[in-house]
DNA sequence: AGCTAACAGGGCCAATGTAT
DNA sequence: ATACATTGGCCCTGTTAGCT
């Protein structure tokens, strides 16, 4: 592993500003989120940083003024309510607006499971988004340094809680290139609740084309649009959860149950439900039953 | 008996690009 | 928004043999 961390700063911000390092303990390293650094800074003019080969993740929010971040090759222009998200070992310069000055809240994060939360949130086209509950965000950020500045038993599981709030937000502000709402249409709830009932029948990717009067690719498409899977996964699915629960709360055979389910072949059933589940079915059964 | 693993072959579907 | 074409992948089947 080579590590040539290296930062460059201009240190101009106000007094009222924060700026709060933190020493989490061992175990709040192997299993929260946790803080490194963070704070709160009214920036000066010529106020920038430029740093890369830090293994550390950053979260910025902008409170007010413009600041303008260059990430990955891009610049991006930061106003009020946008926030970025970035992995501190790729090169990142960020800086005030000379006229409108930044403010904003930061923090530098890390955990065992950040990586996984920075992969999705990669899934958008820029590390620059705008917070839709902007009000909770601020809180949030509000209360982590306030955590952090009176130090209680709970500090830690409380700051990982808040961490994981500021990073669900990130992710649920993400707007894909495709203009989504959280709204799904009529039709494509109505044929979630038609797979949802009908699982076990030979339902096709035809057969819903033709029930709903649709184009089948239209429909496809459309359906892995608002649900996040093809019609056939969430089919799929449906079959899965309904046979976990006869095993769990019936007595019917593992051939029985594949019937239900509507794939009859026990063989297919058995493979398909190890490779979504893990576990073969009577390994589960067996497992919720001790 | 009932359950599971492994395998191979056939067919259908999801994904994608393109056109209108 | 809808329709068509292509293609690689995987869904499904059927069988067999080994397991509890």
Redesign the pocket.
């Known amino acids: 592993m080579t590590k040539h961390y290296r930062e460059k700063a201009a240190h101009n911000w106000s007094e009222d500003s924060i700026r709060l390092i933190t020493t989490p303990s061992r175990s709040a390293k192997s299993s929260f989120f946790y803080v490194e650094e963070a704070g709160y800074f009214q920036t000066k003019p010529g106020y920038f940083t430029e740093r890369e080969k830090l293994n550390s993740y950053f979260i910025v929010y902008t409170l007010d003024g413009k600041g303008f971040l260059t990430y990955h090759g891009h610049k991006y222009k930061l106003q009020k309510n946008q926030a970025f998200f970035i992995s501190c070992m790729d090169y990142q310069h960020y800086e005030t607006d000379q006229e409108e000055l930044w403010e904003f809240n930061w923090v530098h994060l890390n955990g065992s499971s950040i990586s996984d939360y920075y992969h999705y949130f990669q899934s958008a086209d820029s590390p620059v988004v705008t917070i839709k509950n902007s009000s909770d965000f601020k809180s949030s950020f509000q209360q982590l340094i306030q955590n952090h500045q009176n130090f209680t038993a709970h500090s830690e599981p409380i700051s990982s809680k808040l961490l994981t709030d500021l990073l669900t937000e990130l992710l649920c502000s993400i707007h894909s290139k495709f203009e989504t709402e959280t709204y799904i249409p009529d039709t494509m709830q109505a044929i979630i609740r038609y797979l949802e009932k009908y699982f076990n029948t030979?339902v096709?990717?035809?057969?819903l084309a033709a029930r709903f009067n649709?184009?089948?690719?239209?429909l496809?498409?459309?359906f892995?649009k608002y649900a996040g899977?093809?019609?056939?996964?969430f089919?799929?699915t449906c079959r899965i959860t309904y046979a976990k629960n006869a095993l769990k709360y019936s007595n019917d055979?593992?051939?029985?149950i594949a019937e239900d389910a509507g794939?009859?072949?026990?063989?297919?059933?058995?493979?398909?439900?190890?490779?979504r589940e893990g576990?073969?079915?009577?390994?589960?059964?067996k497992k919720w039953r001790i």
């Not at 096709?204 to 057969?207: C, K, N, Q, Y």
């Open positions: 030979a096709s990717l035809d057969h649709l184009s089948k690719y239209h496809a498409r459309e892995k899977i093809s019609p056939h996964e089919l799929i055979s593992i051939s029985e794939i009859p072949n026990v063989s297919h059933f058995i493979n398909l439900f190890k490779d576990t073969t079915p009577l390994a589960y059964r």
